[in-house]
């Protein structure tokens, strides 16, 4: 039993500094990716949001625009779709305006409408051109109102651009992460390299050296992708108790849960990688070589 422990102990001693480096590194990269899952997301949100209002002419009937309306549910260019009658649309008149047209006309003077929002994919420029001519060819369609062309290049140019800058930082921070553990690795590996080279004099194969120094750091990896994916779900989960809203509704559960997953999927193979990559480095390399080794 106190051999067992004592094993235990040397192992989270030669180890520690591991666990904790990359639990950070983890850590940054984790939030980089929930903010990019929370941004994309948004950015979703914002083009589904763009709104088509259509028209229908007079003579058109409630009943024919609401099976009109029903129609559209079927399109792929549809979502939400909302029928308004002519009273609906006379109640809506009157709350916004505060004028009562029935009254002034004696008769109602308003048409049905027809509402709906648009998918992500049918959110450009061309696309709406499109979906706003295939509307036009509809009979009883007298016009239909569409979102401003500027607003929307300039919020798919914003949007691209966000993605563009996003993109980046996580390739940089993949990139650092890399090279930040390689070096954490390294160094566990470095102090032991006259014991690698004393298996060596005794027999032992470049498997059977490399094989539990490798499992070992990416035991740690995976440990530190556990710490980091705990972190943050201990910062989604109380960050509703320090003011701030409730981070679940950018970053759903089930989301967070692939990034946990990845976390620590992604720590224990890049100290898996890098322990293979340092310990080949310091196989067979004579004692002189070894000394000079840094």
Known sequence: MKKGK??????????????VTVSLVLLIIG????????????????RESLEISVVMADSVSDSS?????GNLKALPYCRNVEFISK???????KMDTGEDLEALFGVNPLSPEISFTLPESYSARDSITKVCKALNAIPG?????????????????????????LGAVAVAMLLISF????????????ARRFIIHTMQLVGATNGFIRRPIVLRNMY?????????AAILAVVLASAPEFGFSD?????????FGIVAVGLVIAGGAICAAAALIATSRYLNRDYHQLVLAR
């Open 6 to 19: 004592e094993v235990k102990i040397s192992y989270w001693a030669a180890h520690a500094t591991t666990i």
């Open 247 to 255: 981070l679940s509704t950018y970053i759903p559960w089930e989301y």
């Open 65 to 69: 625009a609401a099976a009109i309306a």
């Open 31 to 46: 939030m980089i990716a929930l903010i990019g899952i929370s941004a994309r997301r948004e950015t979703t949100r914002i």
């Open 87 to 93: 009273a609906k649309a006379m109640e809506m008149w």
């Open 179 to 190: 090279v930040l553990i390689n070096n954490t690795v390294h160094l566990t590996i470095y």
């Open 220 to 228: 740690a990896g995976l440990l530190a992708g556990l710490v980091a």
């Open 141 to 165: 369609v007298e016009s239909v109102a569409t979102p401003e062309s500027a607003v929307v290049d300039a919020m798919n140019s914003n949007i691209a651009r966000l993605s563009i800058i």
